[in-house]
Structures are given as C-alpha cells and as structure tokens.
C-alpha cells in the first residue's frame, strides 16, 4: 500500500470543468452550504423531490442507533415514483429504456409501455399470492423485464433479492433460503459472449435436494422466455411470463407503504463464508439514490442519454439502472451482453448509436479497454458523450487519464464515485460542474454526507495521513440492517467505533493536502476482483469443502487488469495423496471454486503448498502469502511458529 501513496502523492494534475459545463450543470456550490446549514432540511428537501402519498413530518429518528429511521411517518410508493408520475405528468412518450440484447436484437420502451407492463405484473404477483412484505428472488439477464420485476415488487410492497446471473446454483439457493422467497423470477437464459447462458437450470439445480432436502418456501418461479434453450417443466410451480403478464389486467393502483418498509436485500460478501443479506427500505433509499444520481451524473431527463454498465445483480444495477435514472425519469441505454461481443468495440458501437451523453462504468472495464488500444474506441463517433463516471475500485490516474482523453475527448468531467452495497448510493464523488477533479481521487464527501479518516482510536488523521474511511453521520439510504441477522450488522460496522458512533466502512483512505479524499482498497479480509466483492473466507470454505483439501488460504493480490486476483494456497489431504493422483488438481480446485460460488470467485492461482504459515496461535498470516503472490520479497517472519514454511512456499511459487 506504501508505493502505491507514493505513487498518488506524485499526481498534481487538475481539471476544472469548463464554463459550458458549469452553467448546465444540476449541481451548483451553493448545495454544500446549504446541507452544511442544517443537515437534516437539506435532506427532507431532497426527499420532496418524491411524490408522497402521506407527506412525511419527522426526518431523521436517530434515537436508537445504529437502527435509522428516515421521513419515517410518511409514505411513498416507490414504483409509482419510477413509472406513474412521469406519465401522469405527460412524459408517458418519453423513452425509459433503450435496450440492445448481445444478438442485436432492439427494444424502445416508453414510460407509459414500463409502467404498463409493470402494473400487470403487479396483478400476476398478487395473484400468486405476493403480499407486502414477501421476498421474491430474481435471477435474471439484463432484459427489460428484470426491470419490470424488480419495479413490480416494489410496486405491492414487497421485498426483492436481486442474484446475479452469474452465481451457481449453491450461492442462489443459500440465498433464497436465508430469505425465504416464495416466489423466483428467472428467464430460460440469456446472452453472453455470443453463447446461450442458461438460467432456468440453475434455478431448478437451486430448488432441488442439494443434500439438506428439497427447498422448501418457493411456491412459483415465473419464468421469461429469452432464449429459447430447453428447459424442464415443474406443472403447478412454473409459469411462463408471456403467459400470464400480458394476460393481466393493465390497471392497479400503487398503494402507499410506509417509508421504511423494506424495499429489496442484496448478498454481498463479507469477511465470514455467510454472505450477508444487505437490507435497504423505501423513503430514505429513493431519495439519496435519485438526488445522487441528479447531481452526481447531472442528469437532464429531457436531453440526456444516461448508460449506466452495471449488472442489476450489483447495488450499481439497482441504484443507477433501475431506482435513479428512472426516479427521475431518464432515458437510459440497457444492454444485455459482455463488451466485447460480438467484437470489442461493442460498447462504443452502442455509445455512437444511441448518442450516450452519460457513461457510468468500472475501472476494470476501462483498463481492458486501454490494454486493447485506442484504435478500438476511436473508429466510433463519441462526441455525444459530456459526462464520465467510474465506480466499483480505486482508478489509477493512467486510467483516469485514459478515460478522459480517449472516451471524453479531453473534454469531460470524470466523477469518480466511492460508495457501497451498505450506503445505498454513492458518497464521495465530485460535483461535476463545481470541483476541480484530480485523477484518481474520489475528493469529497456530497452534500449532506458526512464522512471522515481516522485512526483506530477514532482520532482524525490530519491532511497528508492515512487511516480509515468512516461516515460520521447517519445518511437517507444507509443500510437498515443484515436480513435476518441485526448482531452481525452491529459487530461489522458500528462495533469497532462504538464510543463515536462512527459506520466503519472497510476502506482504508488518506487525506491530500486539501483534504481530499484517495480510496486505497479494503482493509480487511474482503478482495475486489473486477469491482466485484468476494470475500476470502467464502472462497477458502468452498475449497476445503473439496475431498482433496486439508487446509486453504485465499488472499487477494493485485492484478494489472482486476485490481485484484483470486490467489489460493492448499494443502491437500494425506489420504487423498495415498489414494489419487494429483496431476491436474490445480484445474480441478479451480473449477470447483467456479461450481461452488460462481465463476468471478475462480482463482487466478492455486498452489499446492505442505503447510501454511501461521502465528504460534494458529492464525493464517495472509500478509505473508500476499506477499509471495505479489512477488515480493517476503517481510517479517518472526512472529511465525515455523519460519521455514515461507522458505518451502516461495520456491513452489516461483518454480510455477
Ligand atoms: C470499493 C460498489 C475506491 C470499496 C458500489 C468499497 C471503491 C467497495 C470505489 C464496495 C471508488 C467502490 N474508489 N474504491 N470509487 N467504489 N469501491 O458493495 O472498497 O460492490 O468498500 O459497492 O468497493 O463494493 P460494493
């Protein structure tokens, strides 16, 4: 982490955004003071920004902490903020969604069309018995109708879980148990890669006996027909969306629920093998999620051309595909495949026909971008473009600087946005007409949030230091919670900064000179591969969870194009050795990573090591593995109870 402060240090280049800019810009200065006036005003004014079935008196309920309580004796109807407001208001010819599948195939969708849709699929779910408070899974490609399902739930105050497409059948069925879904949407597949992806099998894989018996609280899957691969029939439990949708009756009424009541839960990883099962609600969460995405992105829904890249299976997908941009009635680009199908200047093909004006994206996608050339990018016309954001890892200055001058035609702002599954929306980032940015730094806390870094006492660091990112204050979207779980919520985040009331978020940062805010990755047993948490626990649960492993330890070491890599270490069982021939176990515990939780959990490496180094009190010491990873010169081995093993290890290592 040194050299890369060192590196960062050395970064002096300014950009100021151009006065064009700045005079259209949503933001303007003034929301900083204003938030700084009185916090909480600021907050409510944003919130009346929603259209509230029961408008709100009281704004922040702080009286229990760590559990908030924001706009909390108003109501709302959240999909009715999303779809009905706009086309009541005439916006209904509007576009709400410009989809492109991976084939090519097209779909224009207005806000009157989604609202439509979503209102009959509304009926559907209350027909299969859905009621407020229910929690329905969905595993879907990026179609229109992942949309429609997530808004629809919503829309009769339900509780939605969002899987990514890309997850096994293990990790969906982990996670419809733990929240007891009665309902799964899923599709029969979808495209990646120029190939059929298939869903619906893994849905059947999830629901069957995986060794505990049958799952046993999901009574439907509704399924949407995409790609026309065979899928097996369950008579009674399977529905076909084509079905039963269009043949539901157009007209429902969003009812208004409370602001709290819960709006979706989203796994993500922690640093234990259980995913937690992050819980958002309604008011608070749509408020700080459109008001970001106004500022933040600058949207102008009557002009702008907003693409957000992020898989709805993401807290991206959902605060700035589906909640944001369609709070605020944009008009967005939504694409189904990967970036380089069918040839890797598919992004840019879209961004040219479409005429993108916003691009939302991670820094992984743009340094394999940068690895594959400017030639790509520049055989499209991207002078639509005026806007640039990147979320998900740190961004390097190169590739900031990349980003800038090959997609934004030296021209843009470039927003880089920190924030988590956990906050909802987005909580560092520049104004992009206000700041002057600085590649590779996130800047400065939004208006209205409140964060700090500090050390492990809690104390400020001071300018020019580096220490832990905390929030200091309780904010609209933050997290109400862990489904099922209100102890670990308390232990993971607010525990270890208990006297001050600080969120302990699990980055490490440091301040600039100006006080600006560099994000310099976790701090704790959590990786970031591609912009996608994994947590090394999990991964080394699933590898000793295989016959042959006694013993594993996953770190995470950086990656030129990931940020971070998967890097496994085992020790395989006695027995197994007696029994088996070892050849070809690498590729073996690498797939069977794959299998177990999905394919982003995959290790890069795998090395098959006697014996792992550990403090004489048995803890795994992951710094030293990281550092043979890395390829480093191994630090301080003294503290191990046998100083050899580093030794043996390292040899394994670079002989590979
Ligand atoms: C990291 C994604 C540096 C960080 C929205 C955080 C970032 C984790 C940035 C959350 C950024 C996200 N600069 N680091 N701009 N954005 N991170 O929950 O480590 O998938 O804690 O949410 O990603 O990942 P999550």
Known sequence: MSSQIDHLLNETRRFAPSAEFAANAVATADLYADAVEDREAFWAAQARELHWHTPFTEILDWTNPPFARWFADGELNVAYNCLDRHVEAGNGERIALLWEGEPGDERRITYAELTDEVKRTANVLKELGIGAGDRVAIYLPMIPEAIAAMLAVARIGAIHSVIFGGFSADSLRSRIDDAGAKLVITADGGYRKGRVSPLKPAVDQALGDRGEGPQETVEHVLVVRRTDNEVTWREGRDLWWHEVVPAASAEHEALPFPAENPLFILYTSGTTGKPKGILHTSGGYLTQAAFTNRVVHDIHPESDVFWCTADIGWITGHSYVTYGPLANGATQVLYEGTPDSPHPGRWWELVEKYGVTILYTAPTAIRSFMKLGREIPQRFDLSSLRLLGSVGEPINPEAWMWYRSIIGGEKTPIVDTWWQTETGAIMVSALPGVTETKPGSAQVPLPGIAVDVVDDAGNHVGNGNGGLLVITKPWP????????????????????????????????????????????????????????????????SALVGNEAVAEAAVVGASDEMTGQAVVAFCVLKESFLKSHDVEGIVDILRRWVGEQIGPIARPRDVYIVTELPKTRSGKIMRRLLRDVAEGREVGDTTTLADTMVMSTIQSKVTKK
């Open 477 to 540: 979207s933050m997290l109400r919670g862990i489904w099922g779980d209100p102890e670990r919520f308390v232990e993971t985040y607010w525990e270890k900064f208990q006297d001050r009331g600080f969120y302990f978020a699990g980055d490490g940062a440091r301040l600039d000179d100006d006080g600006d805010v560099w994000f310099l990755g976790r701090v704790d047993d959590v990786m970031n591969v591609s912009g996608h948490r994994l947590s090394t626990t999990e991964i080394e």
